[in-house]
């Protein structure tokens, strides 16, 4: 599941490929938000920890859209 993470003041995004789930992520994310720790915390699919200080999150979006199709097809 691919993972973009934008955080305040940086000109890139985070761009993480995680095995969990969207409901998984999405858990992690509110848990992060309203917890007091204040962090969240993902891991990719090499095993890498990704930490993000939870009020310098932006925004977080979970799963790839739909990829647009180029050329023509039958209608």
Do not use: H
């Amino acid at each position: 599941m691919e993972v973009r993470i934008g955080v305040q003041n940086a000109a890139r995004e985070l761009v993480i490929d995680s095995p969990q789930s969207q409901d998984e992520i999405g858990q992690a994310v509110a848990a992060a938000l309203s917890g007091d720790a204040g962090l969240l915390t993902l891991v990719d699919e090499d095993g890498r920890r990704v930490v993000v200080p939870a009020d310098k999150l932006a925004y977080v979006e979970i799963g790839v859209p739909e990829t647009r199709r180029v050329g023509f097809g039958a209608m």
